[in-house]
Nanobody
Framework: QVQLVESGGGLVQTGASLRLSCAAS????????MGWFRQAPGKEREFVGN????????YYADSVKGRFTISRDNAKNTVYLEMNRLIPEDTAVYYC??????????????????????WGQGTQVTVSS
């Protein structure tokens, strides 16, 4: 079991920055990657980015590339999502998720919510215009 707790959401104006945190506990040693997703009202949950836990390699959705940065602190078992130049379209509930090690990683599974094994409760980010 892996427990994930997000924090850091809030209400900001266009152009502002926020940093979300995701603290992991439990059997985190078996984590292959950590992902960030978001879900706006009436929309499907969408991929924001992820980070390979052991090597720190990151990958981002085109919609956030160049504005958002994912990092991790292995000692604290915490992943961060630094969001800059926020726009109203970034308004959503943001979730972190854990992708556990497995024998075979299906192509694309790291980009889909269904590929992840554990989820946090989410934190609301609202960007006003």
């Amino acid at each position: 079991q892996v427990q994930l707790v997000e924090s850091g959401g809030g209400l900001v104006q266009t152009g502002a920055s926020l940093r979300l945190s995701c603290a992991a506990s439990g059997r985190t040693f078996n984590t292959y990657a950590m992902g960030w997703f978001r879900q706006a009202p009436g929309k499907e949950r969408e991929f924001v980015g992820n980070i390979r836990w052991s090597v720190g390699v990151t990958y981002y959705a085109d919609s956030v590339k160049g504005r958002f940065t994912i990092s991790r602190d292995n000692a604290k078992n915490t992943v961060y999502l630094e969001m800059n130049r926020l726009i109203p379209e970034d308004t959503a509930v943001y979730y972190c998720a854990a992708f556990l090690n497995r024998r075979t990683i299906v192509a694309g599974s790291l980009l889909r919510p269904s590929g992840y094994d554990y989820w946090g409760q989410g934190t609301q980010v609202t960007v006003s215009s």
